[in-house]
């Protein structure tokens, strides 16, 4: 059984579950590291974005104003490599370098409800097996 040929399929079958836990690890204000993306130097752009979204906690940045580069996160994998980035990056992975990718409960979520599932699928229907009841 080519394992990798189904990892990189169930990587694929799940890239936008993955984007959306992106997105929602990013307006709770964290980074792959499981740490803070940073803080807000100007407290009244901080007061504005706390307004629009106060899941991150005031000054924590969540990387969204008009929403185009959350949109635009995607992941996709080829080979033994997995790529993450955003259609419209403005530049934010320069100065938020663990914007993307998952971390902590968003990872553990990600992997449990979205990767795991798919990787069993895959080998269930490689090797003609039918798993629970």
């Given at each position: 059984?080519?394992?990798?040929?189904?990892?990189?399929?169930?990587?694929?079958d799940?890239?936008?579950?993955?984007?959306?836990?992106?997105?929602?690890?990013?307006n709770?204000?964290?980074?792959?590291?499981?740490?803070?993306?940073?803080?807000?130097?100007?407290?009244?752009?901080?007061?504005?974005k706390?307004?629009?979204?106060?899941?991150?906690?005031?000054?924590?940045?969540?990387?969204?104003?008009?929403?185009?580069?959350?949109?635009?996160?995607?992941?996709?994998?080829n080979?033994?490599?997995?790529?993450?980035?955003?259609?419209?990056?403005?530049?934010?992975?320069?100065?938020?370098p663990?914007?993307?990718?998952?971390?902590?409960?968003?990872?553990?979520?990600y992997?449990?409800?979205?990767?795991a599932?798919?990787?069993?699928?895959?080998?269930?229907?490689v090797?003609?097996?039918?798993?629970?009841?």
């Amino acid at each position: 059984m080519d394992t990798d040929r189904v990892i990189e399929q169930a990587l694929d079958d799940t890239s936008k579950q993955f984007a959306e836990a992106n997105r929602d690890q990013l307006n709770h204000g964290f980074g792959r590291d499981g740490k803070r993306l940073g803080r807000y130097k100007n407290s009244a752009y901080a007061a504005k974005k706390n307004r629009m979204n106060s899941l991150p906690g005031y000054g924590n940045p969540d990387l969204k104003l008009s929403g185009d580069y959350q949109r635009g996160i995607f992941m996709t994998a080829n080979g033994d490599q997995v790529l993450t980035g955003s259609l419209d990056s403005k530049d934010l992975e320069g100065r938020y370098p663990t914007a993307l990718g998952l971390g902590g409960e968003f990872k553990d979520a990600y992997l449990k409800n979205s990767l795991a599932p798919a990787i069993q699928e895959g080998i269930a229907e490689v090797l003609g097996l039918k798993f629970g009841g």
